[in-house]
Every structure is written in structure tokens, then in C-alpha cells.
């Protein structure tokens, strides 16, 4: 009973890991979009999305540097969200993998 709950409560984890991560990335995304096509930056939607990538992006601020710096931010906005899925399901599935009375099986 102990094992199963402790189960459900890491599957519940990882879980919540991977859509946090996918909410994050999806806002990076969308912001990128914005700056891809020169959105109004005074927009609030815009001003939200630019906060969330300057927060949970910061990472890849400035990576590439190619001559158009609208492409050089939408570059590096994408990628900041790669990192974020890519991230968030990697932790996941050791979130998962940590669950008692889980079957062990080779990949």
C-alpha cells in the first residue's frame, strides 16, 4: 500500500515536471513567434511572454549572433524552449524510474 502510493506520487511528479516544462517552453515558443514577426513589445501578452523568456530563458540570451538580431533572439528563444522540453522530460523520466514496484525493463 505504502509502495503504491509512493508510486502514484512520483508518477504524479513527474508528471506535473513534464507539463511545467512543456508550459514554459510553450511561452518561450510564443514569444519567439512574437519577436519573429516584430509584435507590438508594449502588448501585455507580448510583455508577458518577453518576462517568462527573460526569467526561464536567460540561458541562451546572446548564444548566436547572426547579422539580424531578429533572428538572432528567435534562434535563441527556440532553443531556450528545447532545452525546457528536453530538460523537463529528462527529469521526468527519473522521477518515474525512482517509483517502488515498477517493473525494471531493458530499453
Known amino acids: ?23 514554459v517552453a510553450g511561452l518561450i515558443v510564443v514569444y519567439a513567434v512574437f519577436t519573429f514577426f516584430e509584435a507590438n513589445p508594449a502588448n501585455p501578452l507580448v510583455e508577458f511572454t518577453a518576462g517568462v523568456r527573460n526569467s526561464l530563458g536567460w540561458f541562451t540570451k546572446d548564444l548566436f549572433h547572426p547579422s539580424d538580431p531578429k533572428i538572432a533572439e528567435t534562434i535563441n528563444a527556440v532553443l531556450a524552449a528545447v532545452v525546457w522540453v528536453v530538460v523537463g522530460n529528462l527529469l521526468s523520466k527519473a522521477i518515474t524510474k525512482l517509483a517502488p514496484g515498477r517493473a525494471r525493463t531493458k530499453a
Open 1 to 23: 500500500m505504502i509502495r503504491s502510493a509512493a508510486s502514484s506520487l512520483l508518477t504524479l511528479l513527474a508528471a506535473a515536471v513534464r507539463l511545467v516544462a512543456s508550459v
